[in-house]
């Protein structure tokens, strides 16, 4: 038992029966004669909310009152899947609403099941800002995050004809997890112009006047921690038009339209999440996205601290804001433009201030994805905070010439504003700048940005500004949640689940490796896992694959840079093969189920030829009476939250072969070997350190390494390239229209045979076809293949994220953590 602030609503399932229902007839207004699962799902998610409403309101006092330095987690997205089961887990009752649903005759799965995915993010970056959330409850951190109420979500993805469609993904007809605050309204300023004059004393002021303004209003998301009473609070701003209303002229003089017009105009400013990822298009409503919740959440961080405290020294000791990538950079200006213009400090005291207070995580090297806005939009939309960039630039490039007086290329390198036409502000310049710690999300991407990207940031403001922290995962969702039975198996050995708090404690799983017992438990739970995806595979393509094959999986966003290009021409090879054995060898073939998912970015052309690519094959392989059962080529529509949550534990090998040096963590690498299944990986991101600890004998390492990446690109260019002969081989049969139009698939080719090879996905074909017979043989072992699965799962403690997030707290944020008493 643990500290609860709150007196539980329910103790036993007849008691959670009784509040499940009178929700249903009293919030919701409906009658139990015919309550189905969806009313069903409300009522327990009612039921479950008022406990931890209490305890949010009680957290929220307590860390007011005790006024320690707080953390702001500032991310565009926050990936936050379904909530209940989390929240039941947190609140502790599970069991009991398990107990009262099959009372009221429904499965908890089902119930489950009924809640739509908050999938207000992409991938990566949005899932882990999620985690964050997590750990940073369970840990009892006192932390907010910040982030926009988009009213959609990323699309959800249909496959038409074996074509990405886009469907809008409106997500918030029940949302019974977030409270509308009323009361908490912040007006937002944009466009209009900068006027300066001087003070009595001399003192030149800037005042911003005119232009439009949008009100953000504050919805407030609960976040439980596990096992502890703190529950944190996630803010979320959605837009709206100033006067509230509409404008009441316009309306009286008939014009009635247009104000309707310039309301919708407002709350288009939260409409939708940008579902690029890694590819930046400077769009002037993107920009408006990230000024209005920098904007916002600025000025609710600056309000609450001058609740309590008078002296603006004391804001860093009180502060800590964190940057998830540079989507929130404009916090930096903000916060100058606060303490200047409106609070009337000088910019030395300022700069300190800011400069204490921002942390700056980078998640990509990609040069396509790093952010630039043009001076001439920056200029228009957001004039002072235009002035604020070029005044910390020229501090910043004084500085610069000072330190490095024979260095005049170095000013043009590092300079805020790149001179192109229209000159750009080149935003993870001034986040790097303006932040005191900047850090990468795994060692090699830490690495690679001090030798890239920010070389000569590290010469200016030397090594100790950038620093590394590896990403984690919550193993509460990704272990519990996903796999609530290997979860109980290893609570059994374990004596407990003090394992999901402590996730280091797995390593005493080693003692069981060879325990027949446990073994079979552990193969019997995969298979079990494998089952049940077996039927969403069935139930969403109406392909039926054998769960005894092997289950080969990618999922993730499709890119190039992730090579799915690479998997699908494998699997292309696997089947010429197959195709030219006799009956006999064919015996010998190790069957497997190759699973794809993941949603292209919708203007990303060559991720959607990728896309249908799978499609094609997985439409000719599938049907070929030569192949039955040794091999399926699958593609899950909608890859999201909450089918990952299915999808991860049921995998004997996942795929993360990124060109290396490109990826710069990977986080579902972690979630797939802590559910027991081994990977096939090239030497990037994460990948190295999961490497290192789980040991080289249980991953399968395949591919050129980062630091070749440069040459070969440079030898492809200069004719020093032979197209891999199995690659071209699979070529031929694409473009003998073997799997349809071949016409469709050209670029896709000939971006490899005549376009440099970008990606080296002919570099690495060979290694990579040879890695994946060692794992048909490797799987054939099964002995062996279990003994290499559990070592690994033992192995995993490291990549919780609640090792990640005391690690920021340490080496960046220094906050403590408030217990409950
Ligand atoms: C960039 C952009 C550019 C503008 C349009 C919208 C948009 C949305 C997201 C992004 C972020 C790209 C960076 C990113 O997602 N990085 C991923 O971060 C993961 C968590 O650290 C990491 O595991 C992945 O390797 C990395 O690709």
């Known amino acids: 038992a643990w500290k609860k602030f709150a007196p539980k609503p329910f103790q036993t399932a007849e008691e959670f029966e009784r509040e499940a229902i009178r929700h249903i007839e009293t919030t919701l207004a409906r009658s139990l004669y015919n309550c189905d699962e969806f009313a069903t799902y409300a009522g327990t998610a009612l039921a479950f909310r008022d406990r931890l409403i209490i305890d949010w309101n009680t957290t929220q006092q307590n860390h007011t009152f005790k006024d320690q330095k707080r953390v702001y987690y500032l991310s565009l997205e926050f990936l936050m899947g379904r909530t209940l089961d989390n929240a039941m887990l947190n609140v502790g009752l599970k069991n009991i609403a398990k107990e009262g649903l099959e009372s009221l005759g429904f499965r908890m799965e089902d119930i489950v099941a009924q809640e739509h995915d908050a999938a207000l993010g992409n991938g990566g970056l949005g899932r882990l800002a999620a985690c964050f959330l997590d750990s940073l409850a369970s840990l009892n951190y006192p932390a907010w995050g910040y982030g926009l109420r988009y009213r959609y979500g990323i699309f959800k993805q249909e496959i038409v004809d074996g074509y990405q469609v886009e469907v809008p993904d409106y997500w918030l007809d029940f949302n019974p997890w977030e409270f509308a605050r009323h009361d908490i309204k912040v007006d937002v300023q944009f466009y209009g112009s900068v006027r300066k004059y001087q003070d009595d004393d001399g003192k030149s002021i800037s005042v911003w006047e005119g232009g439009e303004i949008v009100q953000a209003l504050a ?104 940057l998830n990538d540079t989507h929130p950079t404009l916090a930096i200006p903000e916060l100058i433009r606060i303490l200047i213009d409106l609070e009337g400090l000088d910019w030395d005291q300022a700069w300190d201030i800011t400069s204490k207070t921002f942390g700056y995580t980078n998640h990509t090297v990609l040069p396509e994805a790093l952010e630039k806005w043009s001076v001439p939009l920056m200029q228009h939309l957001l004039p002072r905070h235009l002035q604020i960039i070029y005044d910390i630039n020229l501090q910043f490039l004084q500085y610069v010439e000072r330190t490095f007086p024979k260095d005049r290329d170095m000013l043009s390198r590092v300079s805020v504003i790149e001179e192109s036409n229209p000159k750009m502000v080149r935003m993870a310049y001034i986040a790097v700048i303006g932040s005191h710690k900047v850090n990468g999300v795994a060692e090699l991407h830490s690495d690679l940005i001090k030798t890239t990207i920010f070389k000569d940031f590290v010469a200016i403001f030397g090594p100790d500004k950038f620093t590394n922290v590896t990403n984690g995962i919550t193993p509460r969702r990704w272990l519990h949640q996903a796999n609530p039975r290997l979860s109980e198996l290893i609570a059994s050995k374990l004596g407990g689940y003090d394992f999901l708090k402590d996730l280091t404690m797995l390593h005493k799983l080693e003692a069981y490796v060879d325990d027949a017992a446990f073994r079979k438990e552990f193969q019997e739970i995969k298979y079990a896992n494998k089952v049940r995806l077996a039927k969403l595979i069935k139930d969403s393509t109406g392909v039926s694959v054998n769960p005894a094959s092997l289950f080969d999986i990618q999922v993730k966003r499709i890119h190039e840079y992730k090579r799915q290009q690479l998997n699908i021409f494998g699997c292309i090879h696997r089947y010429l093969q197959i195709k030219a054995m006799t009956p006999a060898a064919r015996k010998k073939v190790m069957p497997r189920v190759h699973i794809f998912g993941g949603k292209a970015a919708p203007g990303y052309w060559m991720a959607k030829t990728v896309i249908h690519l799978i499609n094609q094959v997985g439409k000719v392989i599938n049907s070929d009476p030569d192949v039955g059962d040794l091999m399926k080529v699958i593609f899950l529509e909608d890859y999201n939250v909450s089918k990952a949550e299915l999808i991860v534990p049921a995998s004997d090998i996942s795929e993360h072969i990124s060109t290396a040096g490109t990826e710069a963590s990977g986080t579902s690498n972690m979630k797939f070997v802590l559910n027991g299944g081994l990977i096939i990986g090239t030497c990037d991101g994460a990948n190295i350190e999961i490497t290192r600890e789980i040991g080289e004998a249980n991953i399968f390492l395949f591919g050129n390494l980062a630091e070749d990446v440069e040459d070969l690109r440079h030898a492809h260019l200069y004719g020093r390239y032979q197209l891999d002969p199995a690659l071209a081989t699979v070529f031929d049969a694409i473009k003998h229209g073997t799997f349809g139009d071949a016409s469709s698939f050209s670029a896709l080719v000939n971006g490899i045979v005549d376009h440099g090879d970008y990606y080296l996905v002919s570099d690495d074909f060979a290694s990579y076809c040879k890695t994946q017979e060692l794992i048909d043989e490797g799987y054939r072992n099964q002995e062996e293949w279990v003994t290499r699965a559990i070592t690994s799962v033992a192995r995993m403690g490291f990549f919780s994220s609640d090792r990640c997030i005391d690690e920021y707290a340490e080496m960046i944020w220094n906050v403590e953590p408030v217990v409950p008493e």
Do not use: M
Request: with cysteine; charged share 25%; hydrophobic share 35%.
């Open 219 to 322: 919805f407030d998301v609960p976040i439980p921690g596990y096992q502890t009473a703190t529950t944190n609070n996630l803010r979320l701003w959605g837009s709206k038009a100033a006067s509230g209303e509409f404008d009441f002229q316009k309306f009286n003089s008939g014009d009635y339209e247009s104000s309707v017009a310039d309301q919708q105009r407002a709350e288009t400013i939260s409409a939708v999440l940008y579902p690029n990822d890694n590819l930046e298009r400077g769009k002037e409503l993107r920009l408006k996205q990230q000024y209005f919740w920098c904007a916002a959440s600025l000025y609710d961080i600056v309000r609450r601290f001058k609740k309590t405290h008078r002296s603006w020294t004391e804001f860093p000791n009180q502060v800590a804001i964190q």
